[in-house]
């Protein structure tokens, strides 16, 4: 049973132009979430880490989102540029055991 | 600092040879992991440390040997290579576990591993 699950699992954007990746979880007790990046041929890098407490969380171009409620996160990507080009993984922690990775989303930002 | 690094980048096995994959970090972090990452699937745990001299399994352990003599290093090795190991394994590492608080994890390049 997937514990995580993200959509879409792919995605098409013209440069410059916004989006949005949703990350719905069933863990729990929830501890906290997190976004990666992941460029092709590299491992993860990490975008940002929330807990329960935290609504949004933003770096530079990147907002996070948190709804612990709904069980929900979004990642907005503003004004995207050609480097945004990579898979977006969510990751959730559901206490003490390990993180739980969903499968991505693969965005391309196209010229 | 180096960070993560893993070696070799790229092997190719035939069925039932065993081999090492090595993975190092210079940042003093207590906590190191393995992880292999198929297509369509999320990155599966496979065996983790929170400390030298200190392993355990993860959610896909079967075929995988770990062992951390030093805080350093933190080898994968696989006995006998099957043509269901073939993947991309990366590893990775934490100043300390990072469930349930909020450690950041870093990750290596990853060792793409083709067994025929």
């Known amino acids: 049973k997937n514990q995580v699950e993200q959509s879409p699992q792919s995605l098409i954007i013209l440069e410059g132009k916004n989006c949005t990746l949703q990350c719905n979880y069933t863990v729990s007790p929830f501890s906290n979430l997190r976004w990666y990046k992941q460029d092709t041929g590299r491992g993860p890098v990490s975008l940002t880490i929330m807990t329960f407490s935290e609504n949004t969380k933003s770096n530079g171009r990147y907002t996070a989102t948190l709804d612990a409620d709904t069980k929900q996160s979004s990642l907005h990507i503003t004004a995207s540029q050609l480097s945004d080009s990579a898979s977006y993984i969510c990751?959730?922690?559901?206490?003490?055991?390990?993180?739980?990775f969903g499968k991505g989303t693969r965005l391309s930002v196209i010229a | 600092n180096a960070g993560v690094t893993q070696t070799p980048k790229f092997q190719v096995l035939k069925t039932g040879q065993s081999m090492t994959l090595q993975c190092a970090q210079d940042?003093?972090?207590?906590?190191m992991s393995w992880y292999r990452q198929d297509p369509g699937m999320g990155l599966r745990l496979i065996h983790y440390s929170v400390g030298a001299g200190i392993t355990d399994q993860g959610e896909v352990p079967n075929g995988y040997n770990v062992s951390r003599s030093t805080t350093e290093d933190f080898p994968l090795r696989l006995l006998s290579a099957a043509p269901s190991q073939t993947s991309v394994y990366f590893c990775a590492s934490a100043p300390r576990v990072p469930w349930p608080g909020t450690y950041e994890q870093y990750f290596g390049p990853g060792t793409r591993l083709t067994v025929t």
């Open positions: 940042m003093n972090h207590e906590y």
């Open positions: 990751v959730v922690s559901e206490g003490n055991t390990p993180l739980v």
